[in-house]
């Protein structure tokens, strides 16, 4: 029954249609021609556009149907060969974009229509059988046609722009989505149509990462963020049928995974993040402009999760924030790493009011600054020991009662060394601690601050002498290179330095720690 719907749709309406405008033409014309035949005069181009020779008509009719149907013919040529290479170049989907476009159709009807009504006038064209409208308006019909090729070519050429594609393909899949609310028995069409424009997205982003054009590249991923945003909103709305996808339809998932994201729901939050993760390996060393861009989409996807309050699909995207960082270790990507960082804790901050995800995440940081540390990676170990130091101090500024197990994780962050060699590149843990400690201090949080002095104490006076020298150091906020943060991690504000200063006197006992002290400190 489907198949047979789907051939209705695709030859017999559009052939019913043609046709039936031909035969309500020729009909018509019958009915109006006796209008032009019996008004005597008529206006000045009555000759011009309705002859009044048979002979002459006929002539016309034949040498303009050799006209159109070579027009026609070259316009189809033309626009099938664009239309390939740009399926070639970008998706497949390009094809289907194109044939269902109702301006695309509508041309089609322009160009058939005038051709079959001329055939049929050509036949039954004589002296004693003539219509005048009937040859008129197979003239209008047939210089509309070949008028309306100028532009019919700028539309096809507006048409395969790749943003103009990208942003179909969005809709195709927004409108999928919004039109399951209360029709279940689309949900096997709607789903395969989603994860298909999904993936086709994914190749032009790819199809550009292959000739350099980052900026398409970024308008792909863009898509997929956006297609994500929605999908959030409307998830909630979603018949039960949806999250019920069968086995294999995400390639490469064992059973367990595959039961496991049908029991939580997050089926398609897999298949975005699928094809950000192809993007995001495709780029690493190489485009870090890419990898940068799909640690926000990430973030953004997550925070939208968190607003709808779906934790089902958050924790799935924190769990997609420890894989990037994964990757980007395993390659030795510092600069990526340092930048999907960076977003890891913009989703924190933004959790604030969460201290069960805000722990978990804080966590996943301490793990992976440790296992920079072992695979010798240094700089990754400073940039989550300043992460984790922001993330203390806002928690302590907004939600005091969650800040407990965050120092706690922030202070192991600087206990693991194992070697003499640990212990030297544990120089940036030790800066961020100490001005967390200047933090502590400007508070009047006292005990919070002996904490952090009870853990540096192991340290030797030399080299907490040299921490404090390098700490003050830095007397620009601005880091010296071009970088996604743009922020040293070490520059201590000029009002927070006495803080700081204080802090250090007691580590190197150059003065008694007092059992109070002073907000104004």
């Known amino acids: 029954m489907r198949k047979l719907e789907s051939a209705f749709k695709v030859w017999l309406f559009p052939i019913a249609i043609a046709i039936g405008i031909c035969v309500a033409l020729m009909l018509g014309s019958r009915w109006a021609d006796f209008l032009i035949n019996s008004t005597p005069g008529g206006p000045w181009f009555r000759n011009f556009i309705f002859p009044p020779d048979p002979d002459l008509a006929r002539e016309t009719i034949l040498a303009s ?34 044939l269902k476009d109702v301006r695309n159709i509508g041309i089609f009807f322009v160009y058939v229509i005038p051709l079959v009504l001329g055939m049929w006038l050509a036949n039954v064209l004589d002296d004693t059988d003539y219509s005048r409208l009937a040859v008129g308006t197979f003239m209008i019909l047939t210089t509309l046609a070949i008028v309306l090729i100028i532009p019919y070519f700028q539309f096809v050429f507006v048409f395969l722009q790749p943003h103009n594609i990208i942003a179909k393909i969005e809709r195709s899949i927004e409108s999928q989505l919004s039109g399951l609310a209360g029709k279940p028995r689309h949900t096997v069409r709607a789903r395969r149509e989603v994860t298909n424009s999904l993936r086709q997205l994914s190749d032009i982003a790819l199809a550009s990462i292959s000739q350099s054009d980052i900026v398409l590249c970024l308008e792909s991923l863009s898509s997929i963020r956006e297609v994500a945003l929605y999908y959030l909103r409307v998830k909630a709305t979603l018949p039960p049928e949806w999250h019920r996808i069968e086995s294999g339809h995400i390639v490469g998932l064992s059973e367990e995974m595959w039961q496991e994201i049908v029991r939580s729901r997050t089926w398609l939050e897999m298949e975005v993040f699928k094809q950000y993760e192809v993007a995001y390996t495709s780029t690493l060393r190489k485009v870090r402009d890419v990898n940068s861009f799909v640690a926000r989409g990430m973030r953004e996807i997550a925070e939208q999760a968190a607003v709808t309050m779906d934790d089902a699909s958050l924790g799935f995207m924190i769990k997609g924030f420890n894989t ?126 002996r904490r952090i002095l009870d853990d540096m104490m192991r340290e030797t006076q030399d080299f907490l002498r040299s921490v404090r020298r390098e700490l003050f150091t830095v007397q620009s906020r601005e880091f010296w290179e071009i970088e996604d943060r743009g922020v040293s991690f070490y520059f201590v504000e000029p009002e927070h330095r006495p803080s700081v200063e204080l802090f250090f006197s007691w580590v190197m006992k150059e003065s008694p720690i007092p059992l109070e002290i002073p907000q104004s400190a």
């Open 324 to 449: 990037l960082i994964m990757y980007a270790l395993s390659e030795r990507d510092i600069r990526s790493c340092v930048n999907v960082l960076y977003q890891y804790r913009l989703l924190a901050e933004a959790l604030l009011y969460r201290p069960d995800i805000l722990e978990r995440i804080a966590q996943h940081l301490k793990y992976y600054g440790h296992s920079s540390q072992r695979r010798r990676i240094y700089f990754i170990l400073d940039a989550v020991a300043y992460d984790m130091r922001i993330l203390v101090e806002m928690s302590y500024q907004h939600f005091p009662e969650n800040g407990e197990r965050l120092l706690k994780l922030f202070l192991e962050l600087g206990q693991s060394a194992e070697s003499s060699e640990d212990f030297t590149f544990l120089r940036g843990v030790r800066k961020s601690q100490a001005m967390l400690a200047g933090f502590f201090i400007r508070a009047g949080r006292i005990a919070l601050a």
């Open 65 to 98: 149907l050799q006209t159109l149907a070579g027009v026609f013919g070259i316009s189809i040529t033309v626009v099938a060969i664009i239309v390939q290479l740009a399926a070639t170049r970008y998706t497949s989907r390009v094809v289907d974009l194109f």
